[in-house]
């Protein structure tokens, strides 16, 4: 079964950095964009950015750009999302999944993986 397991997250200061990670088991991963996205508490999910399948092209929510950076590693099967300058109010659940060109979840991987809990906090 196609799984999804994501990692990095933690707790962390205003203005600190994280490294999300995301691992895809299946021969899938190459051939799907790739994204992010968010849950917060009392709140729906969110997109946060995607990748095309070479890596070449990103997007991002207007909310993290310029402050995080989506990358993948197709040889290893993992998508990454480098977090900089946190704010509170990135304090989230964060998950991958593949994405259509649309920048919404697509069903390639069965289901959502667990996510990893990113807080930002003083």
């Known amino acids: 079964q196609v799984q999804l397991v994501e990692s990095g997250g933690g707790l962390v200061q205003p203005g600190g950095s994280l490294r999300l990670s995301c691992a895809a088991s299946?021969?899938?991963?190459?051939?799907?964009?790739m994204g992010w996205f968010r849950q917060a508490p009392g709140k729906e999910r969110e997109f946060v950015a995607d990748?095309?399948?070479?890596?070449?092209?990103?997007y991002y929510a207007d909310s993290v750009k310029g402050r995080f950076t989506i990358s993948r590693d197709n040889a290893k099967n993992t998508v990454f999302l480098q977090m900089n300058s946190l704010k509170p109010e990135d304090t989230a659940v964060y998950y991958c999944?593949?994405?259509?060109?649309?920048?919404?979840?697509?069903?390639?991987?069965?289901?959502w993986g667990q996510g990893t809990q990113v807080t930002v906090s003083s």
């Open positions: 299946g021969r899938t991963f190459s051939s799907v964009y």
């Open positions: 990748i095309n399948r070479s890596g070449g092209s990103t």
């Open positions: 999944n593949a994405v259509a060109v649309n920048h919404r979840p697509v069903n390639v991987f069965g289901s």
